[in-house]
């Protein structure tokens, strides 16, 4: 998802910056939101950063720590943090090659001027099943779902994303999947297969259409971002060429006075 960032703080030890204000999250959320930049952090850093956000009205923090780093896993448990996500980066070249039509089959763009249908809303919702807002249980259901609802709906008319592929049969959508490019990186956002047709390959030909879309725009290498707890899209990338290039451990902490 495109985020907008804004009021950098600075640590007053180091002068690093330590933590931004988010606020396309702030805006939607309807309260601060602010994400914490370094992946390591010790405790006494952690704790005097998070006590100024909570002075200055934040109310949720978000942190992608290093997970092979004990000492930040000891900081965000004594500061409270909840471990919400491993969230895992793959990425995978493009090869120069066409792919076979039956590869990619059946798969076509979703017009920008499209609607935000039933099909579509439940592809989004099943989206975030996994997705860190869903397990946190300090957020409340409709919370995430309007996330994940908006987030389609900006992808489709081009805000999010550049293009939406989806597997459509007699005006019935049955998979869909999100891309973007930016500065030649290409990025799956969204991936989504309804639950009663998965295991008919409707996810690799999503993949592959997507790389399809994105070598015919120059595009020479891909990255997605997935939940290392969702073990089927893992598998699923894995088994499309895709290689973990990076984890991080996705902690939230809540200002303790609200």
């Not at 600075?10 to 939607?28: H, R």
């Not at 914490?36 to 998070?50: E, Y």
């Not at 999947?177 to 047709?197: C, D, F, Q, R």
């Amino acid at each position: 998802m495109r985020n907008q960032e804004s009021t950098n703080i600075m640590s007053v030890e180091s002068k690093e910056q330590i933590a931004t204000l988010l606020s396309w999250d702030s805006d939607f959320f309807g309260f601060q939101v602010a994400s914490l930049l370094p992946r390591q952090i010790g405790i006494d850093v952690l704790t005097s950063t998070l006590d100024r956000l909570w002075r200055d009205g934040v109310k949720l923090v978000y942190w992608p720590s290093d997970p092979t780093d004990p000492v930040s896993h000891m900081a965000a448990t004594f500061c409270g943090g909840v471990l919400v996500d491993r969230k895992c980066l793959y990425t995978r070249n493009i090869p120069t090659g066409l792919y076979s039509k039956t590869r990619i089959s059946g798969i076509e763009k979703l017009s920008e001027t499209s609607e935000l249908n039933e099909d579509l809303c439940k592809l989004a919702l099943q989206c975030g099943i996994f997705s860190r807002f869903n397990v946190d249980p300090n957020f409340p259901k409709e919370g995430w779902e309007a996330l994940y609802r908006e987030w389609m709906k900006n992808s489709i008319n081009c805000t999010f994303a550049d293009a939406v592929l989806v597997k459509q049969e007699l005006d019935c959508i049955f998979g869909v999947i999100t891309l973007s490019v930016h500065g030649g990186l290409g990025k799956i956002g969204l991936l989504g297969v309804n639950e009663k047709s998965r295991g008919q390959g409707i996810g690799r030909k999503l993949i592959f259409a997507a790389l399809d879309w994105f070598k015919n725009r120059g595009v020479s290498r891909v990255e997605v971002l997935t939940q290392g707890d969702n073990l089927a899209a893992c598998r699923l990338y894995e088994s499309c060429g895709f290689v973990l290039d990076k984890t991080d451990d996705f902690y939230h902490f809540w200002n303790p006075m609200e």
